[in-house]
Every structure is written in structure tokens, then in C-alpha cells.
């Protein structure tokens, strides 16, 4: 009775997951791309369905597309049921050229369902591998024997490079399509001895392993080796979280058995965390061939082209032409230099400006500008020529593009419409670069220097000096202010006096009555007449004044000029002198 | 040899003098030579960056204008067409930044004063050209000024001098030393580079968070935009304190944060 009712519950999950279930119809390329010849498989594939009708041959200009195998899968993740129908068609491309496969029409039942279209890439010659080309099934071996979950692959374009080229590289990580789960954003990849372009994602896609479809993510990225010798490219990992094959509850298998049926795979699973991994790939790297090696070469390497322009055809004086040149191609971009200038003589030319504008993720195709500014020296018909030297890696031959000088007219000069604050005139030899007249005019005035004025040295140093000055001039006046001073006056009065009382001590006598008299009138301050009104003195001190006076007018007035003194009378005198000194002072 | 170098081993030892007077002379002339030997090179910065700016390049125009700043001389000119690039390479607040500084260094720079208000109604922020200093510094030549009152105050100095000397005390050695006084006084205190030396200017995107105290997680007073100015009154670490547009005071952190005056 138990039994029965699990079988009943069972048999209603399985109709409401039928009935739950959206039927949907894919279809998907092994390849987008191939060449002439080389047939991939297109696969359509209907969810949720036991039967479908699909056309057998589908028409497409350029395309032979047949029909040739059927499968059906029947899945179940744990309670959820999900059958498949897979058809599988023959793409044979019969012309090279870009094809859209139109929505394929599947009728399920009652319902006419649609696949998206597809687009298929075809090229003449050798089918490209990489960047934009997956590899064909001959390319992906998963382990031998049973069916793979899942593996991991490292693509490369070319199994042996250059120093410096650029390959490109594709990791894919390929999960069977009956398996569920979520992996991570993206493999851990890196390496000694090369440099790799951060890698970009690539959207999923369906492809056919051995029979075996397969779920595959892609990430593609460019490795640069930078030295030569075998290079090995380690494994990188991905993480995933996997919905893997489990085993059912005990006793559950019996319950089938008894019906004479095995229990359906993928109706038990388990959540698992796994690495996948990649195999490390060996290349070969060489370092760059010495024969033909240009001097200047820009350490290009890849397949280029080139293409310029020069603008404007008219130049005035001092006005520059632009000489904007495109190189585009495949390779490493990133690291090749500018082209170079033929015969620039008279032209003044600037470093130019790159830009590059890449056509895929992984910046290996794309087109670099370089845009040069000259400005001519002297009068020019024609601008330089240009060359750029690449390297080959297909033919390891140093290739050289050259472009043909064009035709200008440009006058040579300097305009200088204001003059600039630091412009400073330099030989006609070395013409320094000129100002067009669209250059924004210079604003001349403010100051040179953040320092205040009379913070800096000149400022102070002249303002010092000048205060140098003001002060020995300052000294000078009080010096001098002071010395005509009463009391310097006074003081030199005083010595003259001193003076001239040492001085009678050892004149002659005839002579002693006109010194004394003059040393008088020192004392007194002119007049010898006014002596005798010095108040302190005694009436004998007023007599010897009054002889000396009636000595020198005798000296001076009668015939018998210089009267002689005795020893008495200088001695009298001399102390009469000393005495008016001292009165005269009080 | 006793120490005497041959002036043939190497032009550098041209300058190794024994006799001090001539060697300073020598020194001098090394450095004008030197000068003029480095001149074209700033020139040649100028010129491409000039060129870079006529053809579109505001990038490269901005990248050679400020490598010319670094070894050059400033100059209001260069400063506003640095700001003009800028501004031209969307980066309104390095414009606003420039066209300070080529006010600051000619004050009289009209077309830098309606391009820093133009680009500081862009970054939504105020342009302070309110304050008196400012406004005299921006009518009268302030080194004229300057020179004027440093002569008379010296002329007024030397005539109080020789009055001392002739006895003759005249009206103008006081007042002319006064005026003199004054003029000076007035040139030191309205000079952009005396007044805004401790102006930082907001560069940072995000604006700047004001704080109550010198920690992080402190209360906030306001956040300014980029773009404005703030005084900084105070440095401790990492944390300025300072003066706000509004007049508040505030902590703010450095970072993000440019002096006006550049520092180097």
C-alpha cells in the first residue's frame, strides 16, 4: 500500500513537471566560424518534447545544410524531469562570406516553435582558429573513455612566437549539457616569462564533443612572452559548483525494479564544488630575427596597415600642419612606437599623439592613430614622408609601409601676436616653436614670484642699506649736535685755559703780561676788563688783575714794549689766575 | 700643486676660485648662464602646451602647462591658460584652482576673476570677492603702492634727520613718515599672497566633511563642495582647523585638499 502511494505521488510529480515545463527549441553552431569546405554541425535541440518535426534540409545561399542525426535525452535532477530531442545537421559552406542560418521552424505537437538564427563566419584558405574562431571537435579531447562532465582547454593561435608578439589565447571550460550548476566569473590565470591582457568574457555557447554535447565558457585574453626560450603556459582553474549525478535513497531503486524498470538517470543529485582545470601548453618563443632588423624599428610585430592624411593643405606662418597617420591590423599594439618622419628637413616636429580604438576585447586587432604637429622652419612644398617598420611574424621578415610625402604649402616665420612673459629670443638655427594665431593671447602683468615684494631679498637688502645710511647720518647729527654743545664748550674752553696757564709757567718774561692777559680774557670769555667784576674775588686778587691789565697797555702803547716781569709778579698773577678759573666756573 | 687645479681639467672647475671676491662674481654669472641655458626648455614646455590648447590636446596642454610651472617662474598668464585648459577639459575644479592663482598674482587680472566666477557657478559654489583687501587689491597696484610708501617713509626719516642737524623742524618729516607708514601697511596687508597663504582649496570630488573635533567619527558640522575655499587656522596631524566661507570654524582632514598658494 505504501509503495503504491509513492508510485502514485511520483507518476503526478512527473505530469505536473511535464505540464510545468516550457517547451522551448535552441539551435547552436560547433563553430561560428570555418572556411570553404570545412563542414560544422548545427544543432537543434527541443526541450521538453518526445517528438518534433524538423525540415530536413535547410536552404541557405552559399550553405548545404542537411539533416543527419536524431537523439533523444531524458534527464531528471531530483524531482525535475527534463527530456530532449536533438537533431543534429550538416553545415557543409560552399562560398566564403558571412551567412545568418534563418530561425528553424520545429513543430511540437499542436505548436510551431522557433529557433533564433544563427551566424556562421566563412573564410576562403585555412579556417582562422583564434581570437574569433573556437576549435573544431578535432581540437577539444576530453579524457578517454566514458563521457566527461566536464574539462577545461587551453587554446592558443600559434604554437610558436616572437618576443613582444602578441598571441591570442582562449581558456574554454566545457560542461555536458545533462549537468546543472553555477561557475565562477573567472580562471585564475598567470604565469612567468609572459604578460597576458586581462581576459574577457565570451559569451556561452553549445558545442558538440564527440557526440556529446556541451556547454562551454569561454575566456579570451592575449599572452605577450618577454623572454626567449620553450614557455609554459600553467593550468588555470575555474570554480564551479556542480549539480552531479547522486545516488537515490535506500530502497528507493527496488521500487523501480519491481516495475522491471531501472531507476532514470539524473533523478538523484548532488551539489559539488570542483575545479576544472586546463592542460599547460608549451610554446615556443624566439627572440627577434638580427637580419634586416631596422635601426629604428618600433618593435611592431603583427600584420599592418597604414594610411594618412595631412591637414591643412594652407599654412601661414608659425600655423602648424597636422599629419594624422592610421595604422590598423592585427598585433601588439600596445607596444609598437610611432612611425617615423622621412626627410624632415625644415619642418619642426612634436612627439605625436597616440590613440588606439581596438575591434575585439582582447586588444590584438584594432587601429592605432598617431597624429604629428610640425610646423615649418622654412618655407615647405611638401610635408616628411612616413615609414613604419613592422616585423612579420607568419614570414619573420621586417616589413616596411612608407607613405609619399604630401603636398602643402606652408610659410615659414614666427608669428607672435603678444608676446609671451617667458618668451626668450634663441638662435635662427634652433627656431623655437612659434604661437599660431588661434593660440589664446597672453595676459602680461601680475607678479613672477609668490613671495610678497618686501618679503624678498632685493627688497630688504636695498631697504637695509638704505637704512645703513640713515643711521651713520643719524650718528653723524648727534654726534655733531653734541659737540656744539654748552657744555662741550665749556669743557674746551677749560682746556684752552689749562693750556694756556701751563704755557706762562715757561714763557719768556717780556712776553708773560700779553699771555697772561689773553688767558684771561679766555677765562672771562672775551673781554680781560670784565674780570675784575668776578664776585668772589679779594681786593688784592682785583689789584693784580688791574696791574696786569696797566702792564699790557703799557706793553702795548708806550715805546718800551714788553715789560718784563719778576718772578713775584708771575707768581701772583699765576695764582690770580687759578683762582678767577675756579670763581668763574661757580 | 698645493691644492691649485688646472682650469683645463674641467670646465666645472672654472668656477673653483681661490680669490672669494671673483668667485662669488663667477657664481653669479653661472647662474644667469644657467638660466638662460634652461630657459628654452620652459619656453619649448610653454609653446607646446599653448599649441597642445589651440588644437584641442587639453590634456597634454594641461600636462606640459603644469611641467612648465614646476621649473618656471609663475605667471598669472600661464596660470589662467592652465585654468583655461581645464575648463575646457571638463575639470572645473583644477580651472577654478588656476584662475585663483592667476588672481592672486595680478589681482588687476580681470577675464581670471569672470572665469573663476563662471567656473564656480558650475561647481555650485560661492566666489568671495567681498572682502575689502580683496577689493582694494583688486583696483590700486599694490607694488606701486608699496614702493610709494617705503620712499616717503625714508624720505620723511632723512629729513627728520637733517633737521636734527640744521635746526630747522619741518611739517613733513613726521607726515611724510606717516603716509609712508601707511602706504606700506596698506600694500602688506591687502596682499593676495600674504592675506590667502593659508587658503586650501577643496579638489577632492567628494567635498570635504567639517567636524566638531579633530575625529573622524565625530559630530559633523557640514560638508563643502569641491571647489570651495576654507582658512586654515590650525594644523595637528593629519587635521586642519580652520575657517569656513561661511565664517564657522571647523575640523577637516588634508586630504583632498590644495593651497592656493602653492607651497613648493
Known amino acids: 500500500m505504501k509503495k503504491r502511494v509513492v508510485i502514485l505521488w511520483m507518476g503526478f510529480l512527473l505530469a505536473a513537471s511535464a505540464i510545468l515545463q516550457a517547451q522551448e527549441a535552441t539551435a547552436g553552431l560547433s563553430s561560428p566560424s570555418t572556411s570553404v569546405g570545412q563542414p560544422v554541425e548545427l544543432v537543434v535541440t527541443v526541450r521538453d518534447s518526445r517528438n518534433a518535426e524538423v525540415p530536413q534540409t535547410i536552404d541557405v545561399a552559399g550553405l548545404r545544410i542537411e539533416l543527419f542525426g536524431r537523439a533523444t535525452r531524458f534527464e531528471m535532477n531530483n524531482v525535475k524531469v527534463t527530456s530532449s530531442l536533438t537533431y543534429t545537421y550538416s ?47 578535432a581540437d577539444v579531447q576530453p579524457p578517454a573513455g566514458q563521457v566527461t562532465p566536464y574539462f577545461g582547454d587551453l587554446l592558443l593561435s600559434k604554437k610558436k612566437a616572437y618576443v613582444g608578439e602578441v598571441v591570442p589565447a582562449e581558456l574554454r571550460y566545457y560542461f555536458n549539457s545533462r549537468i546543472s550548476g553555477e561557475v565562477g566569473d573567472r580562471p585564475n590565470f598567470g604565469g612567468e616569462g609572459f604578460t597576458a591582457q586581462k581576459l574577457t568574457h565570451v559569451p556561452k555557447r553549445e558545442q558538440i564533443v564527440n557526440g556529446e554535447n556541451y556547454v562551454v565558457f569561454g575566456f579570451q585574453t592575449g599572452i605577450t612572452p618577454v623572454k626567449f626560450g620553450a614557455l609554459e603556459i600553467p593550468a ?7 549539480q552531479v549525478p547522486g545516488s537515490p535513497p535506500p530502497g528507493f531503486a527496488d521500487i523501480f525494479q519491481q516495475f522491471g524498470g531501472a531507476l532514470p538517470p539524473g533523478m538523484f543529485t548532488n551539489s559539488r564544488d570542483v575545479s576544472i582545470e586546463t592542460k599547460p601548453v608549451t610554446i615556443e618563443v624566439v627572440s627577434l630575427p638580427k637580419e634586416g632588423k631596422p635601426e629604428n624599428f618600433s618593435g611592431a610585430i603583427g600584420k599592418f596597415n597604414m594610411e594618412a592624411s595631412a591637414n591643412p593643405k594652407k599654412a601661414e606662418p608659425g600655423e602648424p600642419v597636422t599629419i594624422k597617420v592610421l595604422v590598423s591590423g592585427q598585433g601588439n599594439f600596445d607596444a609598437m612606437g610611432a612611425p617615423e618622419l622621412t626627410a624632415d628637413e625644415g619642418w619642426r616636429s612634436y612627439p605625436p599623439t597616440e590613440k588606439f580604438d581596438p575591434t575585439d576585447a582582447i586588444h590584438f586587432s ?93 627688497f630688504l637688502w636695498i631697504n637695509l642699506y638704505v637704512a645703513f645710511i640713515w643711521g651713520v647720518a643719524l650718528i653723524y647729527t648727534l654726534v655733531k649736535k653734541f659737540t656744539r654743545s654748552k657744555y662741550m664748550r665749556a669743557r674746551a674752553e677749560a682746556s684752552r685755559v689749562r693750556i694756556a696757564i701751563a704755557e706762562l709757567a715757561t714763557c719768556e718774561d717780556a712776553a708773560f703780561y700779553e699771555l697772561a692777559s ?25 689789584e693784580v688783575l688791574r696791574v696786569l691789565q696797566e702792564r699790557v697797555a703799557e706793553s702795548k702803547y708806550s715805546s718800551k714794549a714788553g715789560v718784563k716781569a719778576t718772578s713775584d709778579e708771575r707768581e701772583r698773577v699765576t695764582q690770580v689766575l687759578a683762582r678767577v678759573v675756579i670763581q668763574y666756573a661757580k | 700643486m698645493n691644492g691649485s687645479v688646472s682650469l683645463r681639467s674641467s670646465p666645472v672647475l672654472l668656477f673653483n676660485m681661490q680669490n672669494r671676491t671673483t668667485s662669488s ?92 566666477v563662471e567656473t564656480n557657478l558650475a561647481l555650485g559654489v560661492s566666489s568671495d570677492f567681498t572682502d575689502w583687501k580683496t577689493g582694494v587689491a583688486s583696483k590700486v597696484p599694490l607694488n606701486p603702492i608699496l614702493l610709494t610708501g617705503v620712499v616717503l617713509f625714508w624720505l620723511g626719516l632723512f629729513i627728520l634727520v637733517t633737521g636734527f642737524h640744521s635746526r630747522t623742524r619741518r611739517f613733513w ?13 596698506l600694500a602688506w596687508v591687502c596682499d593676495p599672497r600674504v592675506n590667502l597663504i593659508r587658503q586650501r582649496f577643496i579638489m577632492s570630488p567628494q567635498g570635504c566633511e567639517v567636524f566638531n573635533t579633530p575625529v573622524e567619527n565625530s559630530e559633523k558640522v557640514t560638508k563643502l563642495p569641491q571647489g570651495s575655499v576654507v582658512t586654515a587656522i590650525s594644523e595637528r596631524g593629519r587635521w586642519i582647523y580652520g575657517q569656513l566661507p561661511g565664517g564657522a570654524r571647523g575640523w577637516f582632514l588634508s586630504e583632498g585638499l590644495e593651497s592656493v598658494i602653492p607651497t613648493k
Open chain 2, 173 to 185: 618729516d613726521v607726515g611724510l613718515i606717516s603716509i609712508g607708514a601707511v602706504l606700506i601697511a
Open chain 1, 518 to 542: 689773553g688767558c684771561l680774557a679766555s677765562i672771562v670769555g672775551g673781554d680781560a676788563e670784565m674780570a675784575g667784576q668776578i664776585p668772589g674775588l679779594t681786593d688784592a686778587e682785583k
Open chain 1, 91 to 137: 553545415v557543409v559552406p560552399l562560398n566564403a562570406g558571412e551567412f545568418t542560418i534563418p530561425p528553424i521552424e520545429v513543430k511540437v505537437d499542436k505548436k510551431t516553435l522557433k529557433t533564433a538564427p544563427a551566424r556562421l563566419s566563412v573564410m576562403a584558405g585555412a579556417p582562422p582558429r583564434l581570437p574569433n574562431a573556437p576549435s573544431t571537435r
Open chain 2, 25 to 116: 662674481l663667477r657664481s653669479a654669472i653661472a647662474t644667469v648662464l644657467l638660466l638662460v641655458a634652461a630657459s628654452p626648455a620652459w619656453s619649448d614646455d610653454l609653446s607646446d602646451a599653448r599649441l597642445r590648447a589651440s588644437n584641442g590636446d587639453h590634456a597634454e596642454a594641461i600636462r606640459l602647462f603644469e611641467r612648465h610651472l614646476q621649473t618656471a617662474r609663475p605667471s598669472a598668464s600661464v596660470y589662467y591658460e592652465l585654468g583655461g585648459a581645464a575648463k575646457k577639459s571638463s575639470n572645473p575644479a583644477l580651472a577654478a584652482l588656476n584662475f585663483r592663482r592667476a588672481l592672486i598674482l595680478d589681482p588687476l587680472f580681470d577675464l581670471a576673476r569672470k572665469d573663476l
Open chain 1, 366 to 458: 584594432g587601429t592605432k592613430t598617431f597624429e604629428f604637429v610640425l610646423i615649418a622652419k622654412q618655407e615647405r612644398y611638401q610635408t616628411p614622408g612616413l615609414k613604419f617598420t613592422y616585423l612579420d611574424p607568419a614570414t619573420g621578415k621586417y616589413e616596411s609601409l612608407t607613405h609619399p610625402p604630401f603636398v602643402v604649402e606652408a610659410k615659414a616665420g614666427e608669428v607672435m601676436p603678444t608676446p609671451s612673459p617667458v618668451a626668450i629670443p634663441v638662435p635662427s638655427e634652433t627656431p623655437k616653436p612659434v604661437m599660431s594665431p588661434m593660440m589664446p593671447l597672453s595676459h602680461v602683468g601680475g607678479e613672477s614670484s609668490w613671495m610678497p615684494l618686501f618679503k624678498r631679498p632685493v
Open chain 1, 236 to 242: 588555470s582553474s575555474l570554480e564551479a559548483r556542480l
